[in-house]
Structures are given as structure tokens and as C-alpha cells.
Nanobody, 121 residues
Framework: QVQLVESGGGLVQAGGSLRLSCAASGRPSSTYSMAWFRQAPGKEREFVTAINWSGEMTLYSDSVKGRFTISRDNAAHTVYLQMNLLKPEDTAVYYC??????????????WGQGTQVTVSS
């Protein structure tokens, strides 16, 4: 079993930055890929970005490419999402996921509870 806890969400103005963290516990986090998804009100949960176990491979959705950066610190069992140039349409609950690889919800086994990100215009 793997437990994931997100933190770092909050309220920010458009153009600002936030860094989300996802701390993993349980099965050694260095052995699996991790990802971020988000869900805006009234919309389905969508893929944001993913990183493989070594950090050498990453995936980004077109909507965040060039603005968001995923990274991981296996010694700290933590994955990060640096979000720059935030837009109001980035407002969503952001979820950390682990235990798979890909861009679909069902590609991942483990999920965190989510952290709210609100971007004001």
C-alpha cells in the first residue's frame, strides 16, 4: 500500500506561482512513477503531468507544458509540481497519483486526497 498526501495549494493571482508537494509513504516511492491530475468544478479529472521512477522521463498535458514542472526527490519520498504563470483556468483540486504510467485516471493505483488551487483573475 502507498499513502499520498498533497500540500501547497492555495489562492494566487493570475500570473503567480505555486509549488505543490506530494509526500509518499508505505511501499518505497523510488520504485514507481508518480503523476498529478486535476479536477475543476463540473469537469472530469484530467491529466496534468507524470514522472517516472528515476525522474528521467516526464509527460505533460498541452495545457500546462512550458508553465508547470514536475520533479521528485526520492530520498525525501516526495514529488513536486512547480506551477508558474498560473491562469484562472488552472483552478482545480490537484491530485497526486502513483503506481502506474500514462495519462489516464485508471493508469494509476494510488491517489491522494487532493489540494485546492484557486487562481483569481
Amino acid at each position: 500500500q502507498v499513502q499520498l498526501v498533497e500540500s501547497g495549494g492555495g489562492l494566487v493571482q493570475a500570473g503567480g506561482s505555486l509549488r505543490l508537494s506530494c509526500a509518499a509513504s508505505g511501499r518505497p516511492s523510488s520504485t514507481y512513477s508518480m503523476a498529478w491530475f486535476r479536477q475543476a468544478p463540473g469537469k472530469e479529472r484530467e491529466f496534468v503531468t507524470a514522472i517516472n521512477w528515476s525522474g528521467e522521463m516526464t509527460l505533460y498535458s498541452d495545457s500546462v507544458k512550458g508553465r508547470f514542472t514536475i520533479s521528485r526527490d526520492n530520498a525525501a519520498h516526495t514529488v513536486y509540481l512547480q506551477m508558474n504563470l498560473l491562469k484562472p483556468e488552472d483552478t482545480a483540486v490537484y491530485y497526486c497519483a502513483a503506481g502506474g504510467w500514462g495519462t489516464r485516471n485508471f493508469d494509476y493505483t494510488y491517489w491522494g486526497q487532493g489540494t485546492q488551487v484557486t487562481v483569481s483573475s
